[in-house]
């Protein structure tokens, strides 16, 4: 214990009115004072075996709690019988230090002493059989006395508890340099004019707090953009939550985003904090946001507007400081004209837009991008990157990379080879048109590349999407796009 401390509580009994008087009166009176010990005791657990948050820490069952008893007995004692010395702050500030390794909520504790003080109030006036103002002097004394030793484990159980938070972000600081510099894919790889327009505007607006909204088709990098924000804002320090509308259905995202209140739907049977509420102060990043049905759209703009929601069956407003990022390979200024997404949020999100190309639109970043995926130690044939320039990618960066992990797998050295490509890559360069025609239509060549994995998958748009390197729902909506049939 630190040499101040125990003069802190000196100044404090001094201030409470706490004497040597007040000591002697209650150790004089032990007998009638303890006289009701053990059932105070027994009443203390029975009452502790109602809050399952503070049962959950007395998990040794009968002997453990049996042991807890005596401890307890042990201290009642010492409150009316032992001086406010140096030591028995030390043993206090034990008690509070104890509370924060086992995790047990201040309140709980806050609130049991609180009951033992009244029982031993009650039992005090049950017991007394002087006179009235005898009885007002001893409970005067012992409610200092009680007074004291709250503060005592309040103040040990904070102390311990900013050094635990210390500890923790000192580990979460380490833990984020070592995720930085062993994360492959987490740096934005590219030299094209679009992508140095990207990072201009990247540049600009991640110190900001304003909404971004990050559009591109699927497996352009859109997650990587979210990223780089949020390492350029204020916010860095804090945490970047991602979550992605188009993989949860609207039930579960509500309660993703938002959280919920125990008992508010079927299967809640714990209250759960939103990820709203996890990202506070840091980021939230919203991928395929233009999948947001109306409902969670109107929920979403008022926590922009306000940074207040409602978990899902709560009554109270959380409030909330998180800076929002979205994404999405739809057109919102079409959806919006089409009603299917909010006017109003579309605008509160887009204050800064960055538009990210398709790799088809990188003119050069191919060679760079092989370098990376590909690594150090490995080397490739010579025709690899034109066979790799001829194809269209409608899968973007994201395919390019299955594709060469793909080639990863099957060599036998630390070659890719042409032949380790997908097939459909290896048919497209040798069907590629002359250098002259190679500036054709990029939707008709991506329409027929598309139509063709479709034929040889059988017409199973679920093989035709991993054989293009997109989700499920993103090739349903090329197939839209391009007006493409079933085969079947």
Same mark, same amino acid.
């Given at each position: 214990m630190p040499p101040c401390s125990f003069a802190k509580f000196e100044e404090l009994a001094d201030y409470v009115g706490w004497t040597a008087a007040d000591q002697r009166l209650l150790a004089s009176h032990a007998p009638v004072l303890l006289a009701c010990r053990e059932a105070l005791i027994d009443d203390f657990y029975e009452q502790i075996g109602r809050h399952p948050e503070a049962a959950a820490v007395i998990r040794g069952g009968p002997a453990q709690v049996a042991r807890l008893k005596a401890t307890l007995s042990e201290w009642l004692v010492q409150l009316i019988t032992a001086p406010l010395d140096a030591e028995y702050v030390r043993r206090r500030s034990e008690v509070g230090r104890r509370h924060v390794e086992i995790g047990l909520e201040q309140r709980y504790a806050g609130a049991a002493l609180a009951r033992l003080r009244s029982g031993l109030l009650r039992g005090l006036e049950? @017991?007394?059989?002087? &006179?009235?103002?005898? *009885?007002?002097?001893?409970?005067?004394?012992?409610?200092?006395?009680? &007074?004291? %030793?709250?503060?005592?484990?309040q103040e040990a159980y904070e102390e311990a508890n900013l050094a635990r938070h210390d500890r923790l972000a000192q580990q979460n600081q380490r833990l984020r340099a070592v995720i930085q510099r062993h994360d492959p894919g987490g740096k934005m790889v590219g030299e094209s004019a679009p992508m140095q327009e990207v990072y201009r505007l990247i540049g600009r607006a991640g110190p900001t707090d304003k909404p971004i909204l990050v559009q591109g088709e699927t497996g352009s990098g859109k997650e990587l953009v979210a990223r780089a924000l949020h390492r350029a804002s204020r916010r860095r320090d804090e945490p970047l939550v991602a979550i992605n509308c188009a993989a949860l259905p609207e039930p579960l995202l509500e309660s993703e985003l938002f959280g919920h209140e125990k008992g508010a739907f079927t299967g809640a049977v714990n209250a759960k904090p939103g990820l709203f509420e996890v990202a506070d102060g840091g980021t939230l990043f919203i991928d395929e946001i233009g999948e947001l049905a109306g409902g969670l759209q109107a929920k979403l703009l008022r926590v922009l507007e306000d940074g207040v929601f409602r978990r899902v069956g709560a009554v109270a407003e959380t409030r909330v400081s998180v800076r929002l990022i979205a994404a999405t390979n739809r057109d919102l200024a079409g959806e919006v004209a089409a009603r299917r997404f909010r006017e109003d949020l579309f605008y509160r999100i887009n204050v800064i837009c960055i538009p990210l190309p398709p790799l088809r639109a990188r003119g050069g970043d191919l060679s760079l991008l092989l370098q990376h995926f590909a690594g150090d130690g490995w080397a490739w044939e010579p025709d690899l990157l034109p066979t790799l320039e001829a194809y269209s990618w409608p899968g973007n960066v994201r395919q390019l990379? @299955?594709? *060469?992990? $793909?080639?990863?797998?099957?060599?036998?050295?630390?070659? /890719?080879?042409?032949?380790? /490509? =997908? =097939?459909?890559?290896? $048919?497209?360069?040798?069907?590629? =048109?002359?250098?002259?025609?190679?500036? %054709?239509? /990029?939707?008709?060549?991506?329409? $027929?590349?598309?139509?063709?994995? /479709?034929?040889?998958?059988?017409? @199973?748009?679920?093989?035709?999407? $991993?054989?293009l390197g997109v989700s499920r729902r993103a090739m349903y909506r090329l197939l839209e796009k391009y007006g493409i049939a079933d085969p079947q």
């Open positions: 049950a @017991n007394w059989g002087g &006179d009235t103002a005898g *009885l007002l002097d001893v409970l005067d004394a012992l409610e200092k006395r009680i &007074d004291l %030793d709250a503060l005592i484990i990379q @299955n594709a *060469l992990e $793909r080639a990863k797998v099957l060599a036998e050295d630390e070659v /890719l080879r042409v032949a380790n /490509l =997908p =097939p459909e890559i290896v $048919r497209a360069s040798h069907a590629s =048109p002359p250098a002259e025609a190679a500036a %054709d239509d /990029l939707d008709s060549v991506s329409r $027929r590349h598309i139509a063709e994995t /479709l034929v040889r998958c059988n017409g @199973n748009k679920s093989r035709a999407a $991993r054989a």
